[in-house]
């Protein structure tokens, strides 16, 4: 059965304080690994999507990493804005598009 | 270009009553997936339709049903609800290929009391 955890649960950043946030799975034969942000009540965003290990993509202050058991959502010099709730979800190959979806990570930045 | 839409954005039922939402997916989409979020998880999977047909299916009992239209339209139904049906209802939408990117509609907020 796919898995997702991500860690930390939550994180506490001051604004310009840079980090990362963790993703592991484990799924037969990856198609792809997303990452969405969500608001509060909202419907999940989509932010982006890895293929392969050794991926890497940016967007704004976000980079996204994949390696073979895990992703990384590197966050550099957060905005308040930038609070949300991040999701990582996976793909399986042959599954017809089913998205198996970690906890998410509750991020706050602080002015 | 419109996104995802669903109706209606919230809804208030009791146990044992029945309860359809609905999605419209995004331009050009033709396969509709639906997700159940109870608060502080992720989303669940329940059902992905493609040509009309349920295509897969999710960890949910026979209560939890769906229908997708000629437009490529979706509904959920779910009968005899339960207290702990309580959660958002996510639809999301995709343009069949391999390599899809699923785009996430604004949620159902369900309340079962």
């Known amino acids: 059965e796919d898995q997702v955890t991500q860690s930390p649960e939550a994180l506490r950043l001051q604004e310009g304080e840079s980090s990362s946030l963790n993703c592991s799975y484990t799924?037969?034969?990856?198609?792809?690994l997303f990452w969405y942000r969500q608001d509060p009540g909202k419907g999940p965003e989509f932010l982006f999507t890895l293929y392969s290990a050794g991926e890497e993509k940016e967007k704004e202050r976000l980079k996204a990493t994949l390696t073979k058991k895990e992703s990384f959502l590197h966050i550099t010099a957060p905005k308040p804005e930038d609070s949300a709730t991040y999701l990582c979800?996976?793909?399986?190959?042959?599954?017809?598009?089913?998205?198996?979806f970690g906890k998410g990570t509750l991020l706050t930045v602080n002015p | 270009d419109a996104g995802v839409t669903q109706s209606p954005t919230h809804l208030i039922k009791t146990r044992g009553q029945q309860v359809t939402l609905r999605c419209s997916p995004k331009s050009g989409h033709d396969t509709v997936s639906w997700y159940q979020q109870a608060l502080g998880q992720g989303p669940q999977f329940i059902f992905q339709?493609?040509?009309?047909?349920?295509?897969q299916r999710g960890n949910f009992p026979d209560r939890f049903s769906g229908h997708q239209f000629p437009n490529y339209s979706s509904e959920l139904n779910v009968n005899a609800l339960l207290l702990g049906d309580s959660a958002l209802y996510l639809c999301a939408s995709l343009r069949g290929g391999s390599l899809a990117t699923q785009y996430f509609g604004p949620g159902t907020r369900l309340t079962v009391l």
């Open positions: 339709y493609y040509e009309e047909e349920e295509r």
């Open positions: 979800a996976v793909q399986a190959g042959g599954s017809n598009y089913k998205l198996t």
């Open positions: 799924v037969s034969g990856l198609r792809g």
